[in-house]
C-alpha cells in the first residue's frame, strides 16, 4: 500500500523559513516524480513543485520560484521542501504527491495526509 | 498559464441522480486532463486522467469525456459517500493548473 507521510507544519512568522518532510511507503520510490500541492483554507488546489526520480531536475510555478526548493533523498525514501522568505499567502496545508507512473509526471496518483504551514506574525 | 473554468461551482443533487460537472480549459489541452475527488476534511484522490481513463478502485459509475478545451465529469446514479468537492486539473503544459472546484451535496 502506498503511503505518504508528511511532517514539519506549524506556525511561522512572516519572511522566515521551514522544512516539510515527506517519508513514501509501499512503491519504489526512486522509480517516480514526487511534488508538492498545496491548498489555502477553503481554496482550491495549487501546484507548488515537482523533481524527478534521480533528483536531477525541478520545477516550480513563479509564486515559490527562488523562494522554495524541492529534493529528495532516495536512499531515506524522503521527499522534502525548503521554503524561505515565507509569506502569508503561502498559508495552506501542503500535500506531498507521487506521480502515476512514467510519462503522467503530473497526474497526481497518491497523496499524503497533509501538513498546515500557517504564516503570521 | 492555462486557466481551467469549472461549472457550477456548487450543485445540490438527490440520490441515484445523475449529475454532470463541466471544466472549460483557456486552451487546447490534448485530453492532458484529470479529476480529483475530496471529501471533507481528506486528501484528494484521483478519480480520472486522461480525461476519460479511471483510476483502479474508482467506482464504474464515475465517466469523464471530452477533448480539445471542454471536458466533463459524469456521475451515474449518485450515492451519498459522492458527496465531495471535484476538481479538474490540466497537465498539458507548466504549470499544471486545477480548477477551482465543484462542490457537490445532497438534496
Known amino acids: 500500500e502506498v503511503q505518504l507521510v508528511e511532517t514539519g507544519g506549524g506556525l511561522v512568522q512572516p519572511g522566515r523559513s521551514l522544512k516539510l518532510s515527506c517519508v513514501a511507503s509501499?512503491?519504489?520510490?526512486?522509480?517516480?516524480?514526487m511534488s508538492w500541492t498545496r491548498q489555502a483554507p477553503g481554496k482550491g488546489l495549487e501546484w507548488v513543485a515537482s523533481i524527478t526520480n534521480s533528483g536531477g531536475s525541478t520545477y516550480y510555478p513563479d509564486s515559490v520560484k527562488g523562494r522554495f526548493t524541492i529534493s529528495r533523498d532516495n536512499a531515506q525514501n524522503t521527499l522534502y521542501l525548503q521554503m524561505n522568505s515565507l509569506r502569508s499567502e503561502d498559508t495552506a496545508t501542503y500535500y506531498c504527491t507521487r506521480s502515476y507512473y512514467d510519462g503522467y509526471y503530473h497526474v497526481f496518483a497518491y497523496w499524503g495526509q497533509g501538513t498546515l504551514v500557517t504564516v503570521s506574525s | 498559464d492555462i486557466r481551467m473554468t469549472q461549472s457550477p461551482a456548487s450543485l445540490s443533487a438527490s440520490l441515484g441522480e445523475t449529475v454532470n460537472i463541466e471544466c472549460l480549459a483557456s486552451e487546447d489541452i490534448y485530453s492532458d486532463l484529470a479529476w480529483y475527488q475530496q471529501k471533507p476534511g481528506k486528501s484528494p484522490q484521483l478519480l480520472i486522467y486522461?480525461?476519460?481513463s479511471l483510476q483502479n478502485g474508482v467506482p464504474s459509475r464515475f465517466s469523464g469525456s471530452g477533448s480539445g478545451t471542454q471536458y466533463s465529469l459524469k456521475i451515474n446514479s449518485l450515492q451519498s459517500e459522492d458527496v465531495a468537492t471535484y476538481f479538474c486539473?490540466?497537465?498539458?503544459?507548466?504549470?499544471?493548473?486545477f480548477g477551482a472546484g465543484t462542490k457537490l451535496e445532497l438534496k
Open positions: 509501499g512503491f519504489t520510490f526512486n522509480n517516480y516524480w
Open positions: 486539473q490540466q497537465y498539458n503544459n507548466y504549470p499544471p493548473t
Open positions: 486522461n480525461a476519460n
